[in-house]
């Protein structure tokens, strides 16, 4: 039928249940594949093998066996950052997970109002000119051909 389309409610059922993937998206798969190399020392110091009083939330083995190598949970110490380099590879993650069409669509009407949410809202939630800082240090390439737009910037990542 041309021109049929059919609008997908969502609820705040489905958004928990989105939310809480993504969680354990980021938790799973920081380590693995959203760190720059020069990030893993501090991961395996932060999450791997934290001395005592180290800054985050303990690991519940109950509760999350997949995290069993971890000790403190990422999310507990990354942030915003990181969880941008996360929803940059959902689509392919998503593609290699068994996922139905329906779940597939709800979980992507998440993230995309999320992402615009984001985009909006980037200073409440980062400082711009430290992450410039950090890039910059990182990346070895001068501070000023990094984006100055947040939007921009948020993609940058």
Known sequence: ???????????????VQSSIGILDYFNI????????????RQYENFCMNPSAGSP??????QETPELESIKIV???????VHLVRLLVQLG????????????????????SNFMIFLSKNVPRYLDIEKVRIMMARI?????????????????FF
Not at 74 to 80: H, K, L, V
């Open 92 to 111: 392919l993650l998503i593609d290699q997970s068994g996922f139905g069409g329906k779940s597939i669509k709800i979980l992507h009407e998440h993230v």
């Open 29 to 40: 798969l920081l380590g693995s594949r959203l760190l720059y190399s020069c990030e893993k």
């Open 56 to 61: 985050g939330r303990k690991v519940d083995d």
């Open 139 to 155: 990346s070895r390439f001068p501070w000023r051909k990094i984006p100055n737009r947040t939007e921009k910037f948020l993609f």
């Open 1 to 15: 039928m041309a021109g049929f389309s059919v609008e997908l409610v969502l609820n705040k059922h489905d958004l």
């Open 74 to 80: 990422p999310s507990s110490i990354y942030g915003i």
